[in-house]
Every structure is written in structure tokens, then in C-alpha cells.
């Protein structure tokens, strides 16, 4: 599609797609870029562009993305999570948290924003608080392991929780893939 009509925008944001699912975020970088050269006010194109950066370590870039994209959609829960998680890689975790809360308050039934919010009342050592909230995200998503504890990293201590490879620690029966780090914190009670 690209090579018969070279300024229809779509083909690029499908081909960006494709590229961030093969995990392949550098190429689709660049789709998304000529994408919004020709529709620079597109919030959905800035979201995936904003996740492409994300996944590539530039929280600064990601940061103008999702606040852009915001700007144009200020319901919309998952930029406001997407957003959060630039904050934290950016070690910011103050305005993450009013992200998260932001998201929270537009859609209070997502699990994943009660986890990433966990993680940030752990790095603050609200530990009650921690597992308020992931007892709050397994109720939303009942396939969470039971016992999820968050890992230590000293080379990335700002890791967010999809990172932090959740465990269940009381082995149901799920095949557990995660993997093994050392030095867990528990936040599960017996």
C-alpha cells in the first residue's frame, strides 16, 4: 500500500503496528514519524508512537507524546497510564502517581492501574497501601497470581510492574515463565 500511495498515512500507522508486534520499536518509529507528518494531530498514532519510545528507554520523547495526546483526549484512562510510566522511567514518581490517580479516577475497574500504583507505594514502603491495591487489581483480574511480589533490580530500581515479572509464589498450577531474580521483596501475606 505504501508503494502504490506514499502519503496515505493509514498504511503507515498499520506497518508501525506490525513493526511494534514483531518488536521491532525502531522501525516503527519511523512509520509513526511519517504518519504524523501527514497527521500530526492524531492522539492514537501519539499514543503508539509515545509506547514506541517508551519501549526504547526515551521517556522524555514518550512524555511529549502522551501529554499531546491528552491534550486532545483528556478521558481517555490509558493515557494517563501510559503517561505514569514515562514519569517513573524518568524516576518522577510524584507526577506518576497523579497520573495513575488520574486514571484511576476515569476507569477504577483496570487492574494493571492498581498494580502500577502498588509498585509506587512499595518504592515508598506504604506497604498496607501496596496491598490494598494489588488485592484491588487480582479482584478486577482473578487470573493474577495470589502472591505477587515485586523484585528488586539494583540496575533499574524504577522498573514498573509488568518488569518486575509477577510470580505466584503458591504455584496453582500455572505454569509459571517468569523470570528468577533475587532479592524479593514480599508484599503477600499467609
Same mark, same amino acid.
Given at each position: 500500500? @505504501? ?14 503496528? $506490525? ?42 520523547? $514518550? &512524555? ?5 495526546? @491528552? ?32 486514571? @484511576? ?9 492498581? &498494580? ?17 491495591? @494489588? ?56
Amino acid at each position: 500500500a @505504501i508503494e502504490l500511495e506514499p502519503e496515505y498515512d493509514v498504511a503507515y500507522i498499520h506497518r508501525g503496528s $506490525a513493526y511494534s508486534g514483531m518488536d521491532r520499536p525502531e522501525d516503527a518509529l519511523k512509520d509513526y514519524d511519517k504518519a504524523l507528518e501527514m497527521d500530526p494531530t492524531n492522539g492514537d498514532l501519539l499514543k503508539k508512537r509515545g509506547r514506541a519510545y517508551f519501549v526504547l528507554k526515551n521517556a522524555k520523547q $514518550a &512524555l511529549e507524546d502522551f501529554t499531546a495526546a @491528552i491534550k486532545q483526549d483528556n478521558t481517555n484512562p490509558d493515557l494517563y497510564y501510559h503517561r505514569a510510566k514515562a514519569y517513573m522511567q524518568l524516576g518522577d514518581d510524584g507526577q506518576a502517581m497523579a497520573n495513575l490517580e488520574d486514571a @484511576i479516577r476515569i476507569n477504577p475497574n483496570q487492574a494493571n492501574f492498581y &498494580l502500577a500504583r502498588a509498585f509506587l507505594w512499595h518504592k515508598e514502603g506504604k506497604s498496607i497501601l501496596a496491598r490494598e491495591d @494489588i488485592k484491588r487489581a487480582q479482584f478486577f483480574d482473578p487470573s493474577l497470581p495470589k502472591d505477587i511480589r515485586f523484585a528488586t533490580d539494583p540496575k533499574n530500581p524504577d522498573r514498573w510492574y509488568e518488569e518486575t515479572f509477577l510470580t505466584d509464589q503458591n504455584k496453582t498450577g500455572d505454569k509459571d515463565t517468569s523470570e528468577k531474580l533475587e532479592n524479593f521483596t514480599s508484599l503477600g501475606g499467609d
